[in-house]
């Protein structure tokens, strides 16, 4: 069974713009968590999206967005760029179900702002 | 402050040494997991501990889940230089998961 995929893995971008990043889950998962991992505040919790709905949102503003489509694939989008939106974003999946909450990440999106 | 917190943030030991990581809160957490993250990439899942005093085993990582269910360890056995790389602990609060700061760990041959 195929892995959690993130596109792209490498992104450069200019403070103001604004970012798209995809993520296609595990086939089967129906949950996918979005994360910024940065050296200083290690794994932050962005939000979760399970059957389209948004049902988790960690404390990040409003530039952060995200969505998920009827396949479970999620996108994530930044607007606004800023410097210190420079990152690794992570995506997860798991199945929804049962209350281990294990989830399986990709390989991560490098956003590198300039 | 962090939920979960981690120790030591960072070690560096020879290859064969013995060593343990803690992972520990005030608060309960119905679940834990272990993760591993090696650079550029994202953390893979090693473990999952549901009951207290749950005792897990890989090969050479034992896993550890208080009685209480607020601390959790990670001892690693005979620790070889493919062990290098960032432990996480996490645990389900409520319906998120929350992320210790982890711990570098890097094993020197």
């Known amino acids: 069974k195929a892995g959690v995929t993130q596109t792209p893995r490498y992104l450069i971008k200019t403070r103001g713009q604004q970012v798209t990043l995809s993520c296609s889950p595990i086939?089967?998962?129906?949950?996918v968590s979005w994360y910024q991992q940065t050296p200083g505040q290690g794994l932050q919790f962005l939000f979760e999206?399970?059957?389209?709905?948004?049902?988790n949102k960690g404390n990040f503003p409003g530039r952060f967005s995200g969505r998920q489509f009827s396949n479970s694939r999620s996108e994530m989008n930044v607007s606004t760029l800023e410097l210190g939106d420079s990152a690794l974003y992570l995506c997860?999946?798991?199945?929804?179900?049962?209350?281990?909450?294990?989830?399986?990440f990709g390989p991560g999106t490098r956003l590198t702002v300039t | 402050t962090q939920l979960l917190e981690q120790s030591p943030q960072f070690l560096s030991i020879q290859e064969g040494e013995n060593l343990t990581v803690y992972c520990n809160s005030s608060?309960?957490?119905?679940?834990l997991q272990w993760y591993r993250q090696e650079p550029g990439e994202g953390p893979v899942l090693l473990v999952t501990?549901?009951?207290?005093?749950e005792v897990k085993k890989l090969k050479r990582l034992t896993f550890q889940f208080g009685d209480a269910r607020k601390d959790s360890s990670l001892h690693i056995t005979a620790a070889q230089p493919g062990d290098t790389g960032l432990y996480l602990c996490?645990?389900?609060?409520?319906?998120?998961?929350?992320f210790g700061a982890g711990t570098i760990l890097r094993v020197k041959s």
């Open positions: 997860a999946s798991r199945l929804g179900q049962g209350s281990s909450y294990e989830q399986y």
């Open positions: 086939s089967g998962h129906r949950s």
């Open positions: 999206y399970f059957s389209e709905t948004q049902r």
């Open positions: 608060s309960v957490f119905s679940s």
């Open positions: 501990v549901v009951t207290g005093g």
């Open positions: 996490a645990g389900r609060y409520g319906n998120k998961l929350v």
